[in-house]
Nanobody
Framework: QVQLVESGGGLVQPGGSLRLSCAAS????????LNWYRQAPGKERELVAQ???????KYDDSVKGRFTIARDDAHSTLYLQMNNLNTEDTAVYYC????????WGKGTLVTVSS
């Protein structure tokens, strides 16, 4: 049974930082590319960052230079380091694995507000 459990969200002021984690189980973590998505209120879910099995990364233009995706295959954990946050980063953040279908966690809420 695949499980993706996100954590690390919260309330942060503009300019602040957060580190999200996603603990994965039920599949061989190190064999697959992994993703972080987010969904802001009233908007569609969007891809934020991707990391391949070879640790190549790709980012949405809106987060380039501020967010860093990383993976720890030994502990089946995916990370998203978010720096210099702004109000437009407010969203529920989801860990994602694709294998024939999309697998999602329940998400973790990030609120950027003064």
């Amino acid at each position: 049974q695949v499980q993706l459990v996100e954590s690390g969200g919260g309330l942060v002021q503009p300019g602040g930082s957060l580190r999200l984690s996603c603990a994965a189980s039920g599949f061989i973590f190190g064999w697959y590319d992994l993703n972080w998505y987010r969904q802001a209120p009233g908007k569609e879910r969007e891809l934020v960052a991707q990391v391949t099995t070879l640790r190549a990364t790709k980012y949405d233009d809106s987060v380039k230079g501020r967010f860093t995706i990383a993976r720890d295959d030994a502990h089946s954990t995916l990370y998203l380091q978010m720096n210099n946050l702004n109000t437009e980063d407010t969203a529920v953040y989801y860990c994602n694995w694709r294998f024939g279908m999309n697998y999602w966690g329940k998400g973790t809420l990030v609120t950027v507000s003064s």
